[in-house]
T-cell receptor, first 111, second 113 residues
């Protein structure tokens, strides 16, 4: 049973607009959350992370929000650029060594 | 250049024929891990290693073996592959626990017929 869920398989957004990717989790022991980005024929690359002691973390155009009571996190990309077209994976960890990923959301940024 | 390499990149094999997918990193990372990616399921962790000679099971270890005899190498072994092991496999490494940035290899596309 997947403990990390990304319920939107795909997202299409106009260049320059905001992309919002959502992620829900079921394991209340998760205390660290990460987003990875993946281009076709490449391995995933780290994008941004957040600890459960925070509710927001920002890095340039990327901001991750964490709502622990709702067991929900989101990734905001502002403004969206064509190079942001990729698959985005949400991941969570309850200990130092095991990581649970969601199924991914494919983002397409339209020119 | 800091990187994680995997070989082979593509492999088609038959049921029951033992195979090994190699993984090597040049960043002196202590932590390494194997994942498989399947449609609708995302990445699932197969095995991980905290250091040389220290390995443990991830979420889907059945049918796989690993070893960590050297810090830089972490091969994935399929003793008797089956069609349900057809998947895209990724090796990853990091300098610390999974909360640290993991560096992924380019992936190995395995087909078992």
């Amino acid at each position: 049973d997947q403990q990390v869920k990304q319920n939107s398989p795909s997202l299409s957004v106009q260049e320059g607009r905001i992309s919002i990717l959502n992620c829900d989790y079921t394991n209340s022991m998760f205390d660290y959350f990460l987003w990875y980005k993946k281009y076709p024929a490449e391995g995933p690359t780290f994008l941004i992370s957040i600890s459960s002691i925070k509710d927001k973390n920002e890095d340039g155009r990327f901001t991750v929000f964490l709502n622990k009571s709702a067991k929900h996190l989101s990734l905001h990309i502002v403004p969206s650029q064509p190079g942001d077209s990729a698959v985005y994976f949400c991941a969570a960890s309850a200990n130092d060594y095991k990581l649970s990923f969601g199924a991914g959301t494919t983002v397409t940024v339209r020119a | 250049e800091a990187q994680v390499t995997q070989n082979p990149r593509y492999l088609i094999t038959v049921t029951g024929k033992k195979l090994t997918v190699t993984c090597s990193q040049n960043m002196n990372h202590e932590y390494m891990s194997w994942y498989r990616q399947d449609p609708g399921l995302g990445l699932r962790q197969i095995y991980y290693s905290m250091n040389v000679e220290v390995t443990d099971k991830g979420d889907v270890p059945e049918g796989y073996k690993v070893s960590r005899k050297e810090k830089r190498n972490f091969p994935l072994i399929l003793e008797s592959p089956s069609p349900n092991q057809t998947s895209l496999y990724f090796c990853a490494s990091s300098s610390g626990p999974v909360s640290y940035e993991q560096y992924f290899g380019p992936g190995t596309r395995l087909t078992v017929t």
